[in-house]
């Protein structure tokens, strides 16, 4: 199983620290995203990996192979690490056609001239460009162009491929089809990606693996859809999912047998779920979490509470009303696209199991997805 | 190489140190951008920081000669003695204060007119429907890459007067008396430096005028100004930045020109810094002559940063708004035919003239009589007639022409192709380490030639290079002296030019290829360098046309077995052989036009910036 492994991984650049402490294990064959907002170490860390960036300090291994390792002053170059990396900009050369830029990476490993015409036919004919091999790059479209990138790197055969965010330059329908040829060739080679993005939508939809990173260290690392769920603390849950997360700020005002949280003049009452090692105390500072999908409107089983209608954003396939109550905003996604006044008001309820509790101070989720007992105006 | 296991390193901690440090240092060692950047610093150092301390050390020195002067000190110790006599004493007033008031007034005057001019010309071509504006935009900068003492040289010819004897120009030959004050002196020499300026102004505010947005000026208008009041009030604030730094950096310029004030200034002893510097070099007082020149550093290196400074503040006012629509320009209606008439006019005196004077004044026996009998190839194609000019053969026919021709080639050819490439490893190593202190101290080291008048830089190398130190031989009087000298001084703009062609290219590229396994030599050949073959063209053909009418740097380099183009003009002039000054200029100015010609064929860009030199 030659998983990648990071340990104590930190980049620092004078007082700047780039990463910081990371551990990691990426596993074998998985597509792993690099999650985060610009600044926070993703694009360094896949350097590190790649061997074009030194680490400050850490060990990195490539099954039981040592890559790295700043105790021994032990770094392997990138040519010796078996990895493949596609740039942002592509950096395809210029100056040569296709065929030379797939042939290049070959050459440099003492291929024989059928064997590589060989390898590069056959990486073309994967990423279905054959028939612009003889031409310079800057003929090619951005697409065309990502499409040699992925070819100049799959044909030496790494077994592991980087890549930083690389749709990031096409439009939106290309990309579309590029994440779908990124998936195909993921499932048709027995590689392990590495893939950097600051696009969740982009994380979740591709991975089978995510790391959610912030200034340069580990927010979480979880499968897409357990992250989108049951998010480690309020900075994953409200990075990932679009429209992001409803977050009310509360105060614990019970906390026995049911957990009582007072927002503005609303009681929650939620059921006990406790997660992690943080207790819900009396007094203790919450910020309930719950996913737009999850809000439930029109409910005529209590418990529920009356809301006024904000406004409405329809998109076509989905409509998001903006609900108001006091200092209270709250997005809602309506089961069907339709469109309720402006005004109007209505009744919502919590989908029961997806309500979380956050730490006020500290961020991080305490609770298990719970569900509503209780819903209620103080009095 | 073996794959390591990760199984960390049994056994002591010295162990792990030991294992540590060797794989650290092969590493460093097999590093080449690294190692490429040290030596680059190493050679660096070597030819512009020390010869700078040398230079200082030199003013505080004791030079042999002066042993007499001060009493109980041996050669080569400790003294003030050329800090008082140049700042505080009865001579000072004549070796320093009055050449840097000199100097000021001048650059200051010359600057004002400069840029009067090139701001004018500027707009005209940017901001309204004048007709020929390509050919007025093409033509306007020829001033500046022509050698700066061809307008002198030209000026003398028309308007010298009896004064200094030999032969007077044409003004005086036709009856007109002419006073000193028009033949030499302060006015000519900052009418002549002025209009050989003034395209530099012209270049600087005229890209400010492209560059500026004209939506700024849409809304001043529908808020109901009229063209005037949005050119005063709107158009040139905005630009005013550029104006103020383009003028600063032309009044630093003229601190270090010496060829307008020694052709103009010398003949009636009006002295300014540069010259007064070369007189005392020349007198064999190189201890005043340093401490001038430093001054001439610290005065040229101020207004330098001055101007940084300025052009910071611009960058804040250009960057307001990103795609500016195309320009709408300013019609002049009845008038354009008029303003065109004016400036082509204006670029006929200032450049088809003088160089029409200077050639006809080849071709003439005696100056001014322009009659067929008059008519005479003696000076360019003559056989040696004793008696005129001691003998001198016709230019063409003169041998000493052709040495110095070949060495002007050959000094243009080896210049340029050791700064293009000091100039491409440079950007390429700056840019591959930023962030290291070994980057921005070569970035620094570098520039530091741009803040040094030329004159004082051939000084400062005099100084170094003079005698033997160290293993170092004494390189006086070799053609290489004359060589490193003029690559140093190219040094801030090679280096600048490398370092943006790097950028630009960016490193991902390269870092394809070392994902993919190519050394860095096949990097750097198969990679790198065909990508910058474009921009290594430029490299080569600016500073080869700078170093060919380079004068002022290698006056003080120059033997007799090392004669250039330029000092032949000056040694002639000196001699007042006018005639043949006159002619190797034209030689030059048709070498540097061709040169020119050249260089937009291949590149097709306009000649626009970095033309450096004084």
């Known amino acids: ?379 | 190489m073996g794959s390591y296991s990760a199984q960390p390193a049994a056994g002591n901690k010295l162990a792990v140190h030991c294992e540590r440090g060797w794989n650290r240092s092969k590493r460093i060692l097999s590093n080449p951008p690294l190692l490429l950047s040290i030596v680059l610093l190493i050679i660096s150092v070597y030819l512009v920081v020390v010869p700078l301390i040398s230079v200082l050390a030199s003013s505080v020195t004791l030079h042999s000669r002066d042993t007499l002067r001060v009493f109980g000190k041996r050669p080569g110790e400790f003294t003030t003695y050329y800090l008082k006599r140049v700042f505080a004493s009865d001579i000072s007033s004549v070796l320093f204060y009055e050449p840097l008031m000199n100097t000021l007034i001048i650059s200051f005057l010359m600057s004002v007119l400069a840029i009067s001019i090139g701001t004018t010309i500027a707009w005209f071509v940017t901001r309204t429907d004048l007709p020929f504006k390509r050919f007025i935009s093409n033509t306007a900068v020829v001033p500046f890459i022509l050698p700066s003492w061809t307008l002198s040289l030209a000026w003398l010819t028309i308007f010298k007067n009896r004064t200094i004897g030999g032969t007077t120009g044409i003004l005086e030959y036709f009856g007109v008396q002419l006073p000193d004050w028009i033949s030499y002196g302060p006015l000519p020499i900052i009418i002549t430096m002025a209009l050989h300026y003034y395209p530099f102004t012209y270049m600087l505010v005229g890209s400010a005028f492209r560059d500026f947005d004209t939506r700024l000026e849409e809304a001043a208008l529908v808020l109901g100004g009229n063209r005037w009041t949005i050119l005063r009030r709107v158009v040139l604030p905005m630009v005013s930045p550029a104006i103020v730094s383009s003028f600063i950096l032309t009044i630093s310029r003229g601190i270090g020109s010496f060829s307008t004030p020694v052709f103009l200034g010398n003949p009636i002893n009006y002295r300014v810094l540069s010259t007064r510097m070369f007189a005392s070099l020349q007198a064999g007082s190189p201890g005043d002559a340093y401490m001038i020149a430093i001054v001439m550093i610290l005065l040229a290196a101020t207004f330098i940063f001055i101007s940084n400074r300025v052009i910071g503040k611009r960058k804040s006012f250009v960057t307001i708004s990103g795609q500016a629509p195309k320009a709408k320009l300013v019609s002049l209606g009845k008038w354009r035919y008029v303003a065109s008439g004016c400036i082509l006019l204006f670029l006929f005196a200032v450049i088809v003239v003088p160089l029409f004077v200077l050639a006809a004044d080849t071709f003439m026996r005696v100056p001014g009589v322009y009659s067929p009998s008059n008519f005479t190839l003696h000076y360019w194609i003559g056989k040696s007639i004793p008696g005129i000019l001691d003998g001198r053969p016709g230019i063409l026919r003169d041998a000493d022409t052709w040495r110095a021709f070949f060495n002007s080639v050959k000094l243009g050819l080896s210049a340029s192709v050791l700064s293009a490439i000091f100039g491409i490893l440079v950007g390429y190593t700056v840019v591959r380490l930023r962030g290291t202190w070994l980057s921005s101290t070569l970035d620094q080291v570098s520039f530091l030639p741009y803040l040094i008048p030329s004159i004082a830089f051939g000084a400062i190398y005099l100084s170094l290079f003079a005698q033997q130190r160290g293993p170092i031989p004494s390189l006086y009087g070799t053609f290489m002296l004359i060589i490193l000298a003029t690559t140093a001084k190219n040094f801030p703009f090679a280096a600048k030019s490398g370092i943006s062609a790097m950028i630009q290219l960016g490193h991902e590229i390269e870092e394809a290829g070392i994902i993919a396994g190519a050394s860095w030599l096949t990097r750097m050949r198969r990679l790198v360098l065909p990508l910058q073959r474009s921009g290594l063209l430029n490299a080569l053909i600016l500073p080869f046309i700078s170093a060919m009418r380079e004068l002022s740097m290698v006056v003080i380099l120059i033997t007799p077995g090392t004669q250039l183009l330029t000092t032949l003009t000056f040694r002639y002039s000196d001699y007042g052989f006018y005639h043949m000054s006159n002619a190797v200029v034209l030689l030059l100015v048709i070498v540097i036009i061709v040169m020119r010609y050249i260089m937009q064929k291949i590149t097709g860009a306009e000649l626009s910036e970095g033309l450096g030199g004084n």
Request: aromatic share 6%.
């Open chain 1, 1 to 379: 199983m030659p998983d990648i492994k990071l340990e104590n991984l930190t980049k620092r650049w004078g007082d700047v620290v780039a990463v910081d402490n990371l551990n990691l294990t990426i596993p074998d064959r998985s597509f792993t995203c690099l999650l985060g907002p610009s600044g926070c170490g993703k694009t360094t860390t896949l350097r590190m990996i790649a061997g074009l960036e030194e680490p400050t300090r850490g060990r990195i291994s490539n099954g039981d192979k040592l890559v790295f390792c700043s105790e021994r002053g032990l770094s392997l170059s990138p040519d010796k690490r078996d990895v493949g990396l596609i740039f942002q900009s592509y950096a395809l050369w210029p100056h040569m056609t296709v065929f030379q830029n797939i042939a290049f990476g070959l050459e440099m490993k003492k291929m024989s001239r059928s064997e590589i015409e060989e390898r590069v036919r056959e990486a073309a004919g994967w990423m279905q460009i054959d028939e612009y091999l003889q031409r310079y790059p800057s003929e090619l479209s951005g697409g065309q162009q990502q499409r040699v990138a992925l070819a100049r790197s799959l044909a030496p055969r790494p077994n592991c491929l980087l890549m930083d965010e690389p749709l990031s330059n096409l439009d939106a329908k290309l990309r579309m089809d590029m994440r779908t040829e990124l998936k195909r060739i993921h499932a048709e080679t027995d590689m392990t990606i590495v893939y950097v993005t600051h696009d969740q939508l982009e994380a979740i939809s591709m991975a089978t693996t995510v790391v959610v990173m912030k200034e340069g260290k580990l927010e979480q690392c979880d499968e897409p859809l357990k992250l989108y769920k049951y998010p480690n603390n309020l900075f994953v849950a409200d990075f990932v999912g679009s429209p992001s997360i409803n977050l009310l700020k509360g105060k614990v005002i019970e906390g026995h047998d049911v957990w009582t949280v007072q927002c503005y003049d609303w009681l929650l009452s939620l059921k006990r779920a406790p997660y992690g090692d943080t207790a819900v105390k009396n007094g203790q500072e919450v910020v309930v979490g719950v996913r737009c999908e999850d809000i439930l409107i029109s409910s005529s089983e209590p418990p529920y509470i009356g809301m006024l209608v904000y406004s409405n954003l329809p998109t076509g396939s989905d409509t998001f009303v903006r609900l108001r109550h006091e200092g209270i905003l709250l997005t809602a996604k309506l089961p069907e696209p339709d469109i309720i006044p402006t005004g109007s008001e209505i009744n919502v309820s919590f989908r029961p199991g997806r309500v979380l509790l956050f730490d006020g101070e500290t961020g991080k989720r305490i609770s298990d997805g719970t569900s509503l007992v209780n819903f209620q105006i103080a009095s």
